[in-house]
């Protein structure tokens, strides 16, 4: 098992760069298994979610060659089955739009249900309905047997479709699945997060006719081919961008932020300067720092859809909240069980309260040092902050979660002053948790 060490109380300082976002990234990739011929991407992230989508891509026939520095050519052209149905499949959340591509490529989809209930029910009844409205059969709860969902079409025909939740994986799903349809599909009340933009811009740079994305309206005019042949770079990770400015905040630090994307840290921005903190930003950078004897003012939150503020950064900025002088509030709205990492802060001497979706935060608090678990993904980078600020060592065990979605984690937060190193320790009993 792979577990960090912390040794807490260092001031980070220096510059960070963010990679490429891990939800565009697995929506991209997806969508290039639908293409008519290669293309490249660039700004791969190399995480874990990444390998595993991978690995899935090719057990369907796409041929994959890594070209170094973050850089892939794919190639789906020998692609030889409908059926996603590698045991990965079941790790990742994003395999679902496989679900899209394979429907797209083949008119049938066969693929083991995603996994993923570490934070809430995570139906996938959305994608189902909107397949149904193009066409789709085996699109019904009751359809579903043994895990497997089998959907198949005779035709895929452009739909109107209102989401009666905005969800950013129907979102995507249904943008695959009406690449090629016949026809206009029009999604409404579509989920607007950069990632969905950012698989919308592959697919138009591929040969799709995609308009409206990153707006709630967004409208597919199907075409027969998508030729594919281009390079295409993925947008920098939003959520890994938010998590070092709150780390340079946790630590009072002074950090320049470097590849981001100013426009996607708003809803973090505008919180933090309420707080207290100095925020600098260039054109794809962000500066956090604060004055000494700055006191950090206590404040609400509450995540959204984007542009509200993201759940992926729910837990991260929960500790920065542990910090400041007063009570807080962290409402969380998107997911209906996304505080399981609260025991574990307040074995570091955080106080929170929670009542169903509405954490009370009363600080400041001085984190001390203490072996904690990385129950999920985002969970885990909030230990990691927590460990940051902590007075002591803290060791955080099952951290390979972390490495599903923040690359090289351990060397970034080195370089910039962090006291972190990688350990690996005997495997030990905890709840088993998914993923994003
Ligand atoms: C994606 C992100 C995840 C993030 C979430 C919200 C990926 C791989 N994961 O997850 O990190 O936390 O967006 O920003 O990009 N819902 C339904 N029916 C459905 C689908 C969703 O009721 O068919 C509900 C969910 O229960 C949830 C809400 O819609 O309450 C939002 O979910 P959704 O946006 O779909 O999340 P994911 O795409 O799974």
């Known amino acids: 098992m792979t577990s960090y060490r912390i040794v807490g109380g260092k001031r980070l300082q220096g510059d960070v760069n963010i990679s490429g976002s ?26 874990n979610d990444v390998h595993a989508m991978l690995e899935i891509c ?24 409908y059926e996603a149905t590698h045991p990965k499949v079941k790790n990742i959340r994003a395999s679902y739009y496989l679900l899209g591509a394979l429907l797209t490529r083949f008119k049938k989809a066969t693929m083991f249900m995603p996994g993923g209930c570490n934070f809430g029910t995570r139906p996938i009844d959305l994608h ?11 699109t019904r709860a009751t359809d579903i047997r043994d895990g497997i ?24 799903n249904l943008m695959l699945a009406a690449t090629k349809a016949n026809g206009l599909t029009v999604i409404e009340n579509a989920a607007k997060e950069p990632h969905i933009v950012d698989v919308a811009n592959f ?27 281009y390079s295409y770079s993925v947008i920098p990770d939003q959520i890994e961008a938010g998590t070092y400015m709150i780390a340079a905040a946790v630590t009072r630090g002074d950090v320049t932020i470097h590849n981001l994307i100013p426009k996607h840290m708003e809803p973090l921005t505008v919180k933090m300067l309420e707080m207290g903190f100095d925020i600098e930003q260039g054109d794809d950078w ?22 509200g503020f993201p759940t992926d950064l729910q837990p991260q ?53 203490a072996r904690v678990t990385a129950l999920d993904l985002r969970a885990g980078a909030a230990m990691v902050l927590a460990g940051l600020a902590a007075e002591g060592t803290t060791t955080i065990t099952f951290a390979n979660r972390i490495e599903r979605g923040y690359e090289k984690i351990v060397e970034k937060l080195r370089g910039i002053g962090a006291e972190i190193e990688h350990i690996e320790e005997d495997e030990e009993h905890v709840v088993p948790v998914d993923d994003e």
């Open 317 to 369: 900025a929960t500790v920065l909240l542990c910090l400041a002088h007063g009570m807080s509030q962290m409402h969380e709205n998107v997911w209906d069980n996304r505080f399981q990492y609260v025991p574990e802060l307040q074995s570091m001497g955080a106080s929170i309260s929670v009542m169903e979706r509405i954490a009370l935060i009363h600080g400041p608090v001085q984190f001390s040092g």
């Open 286 to 307: 962000i500066r956090v720092s604060i004055d000494e004897d700055t006191e950090l003012e206590p404040t609400n939150f509450k995540t959204r859809p984007y542009p």
């Open 22 to 47: 891990k939800n565009a990234v697995l929506g991209i990739l997806a969508a290039a298994m639908m293409l008519d011929g290669p293309c490249k991407i660039e700004n791969v992230p190399d995480i």
């Open 128 to 138: 189902l309905k909107g397949f149904r409205k193009m066409g789709a059969q085996g």
């Open 149 to 172: 969902i089998r959907i198949v079409a005779n035709e895929l025909n452009g739909a109107h479709i209102f989401l009666d939740v905005v969800s950013v994986g129907a979102t995507i």
């Open 203 to 229: 697919l138009n740079a591929m040969g799709a006719n995609i308009k409206g994305a990153g707006t709630d309206t967004i409208r597919i005019q199907g075409v027969p081919v998508l030729p594919g042949g």
């Open 58 to 81: 090719e057990t369907i026939g796409a041929q994959i060659t890594p070209c170094g520095d973050g850089v892939y050519e794919i190639d789906p052209t020998n692609i030889n089955t």
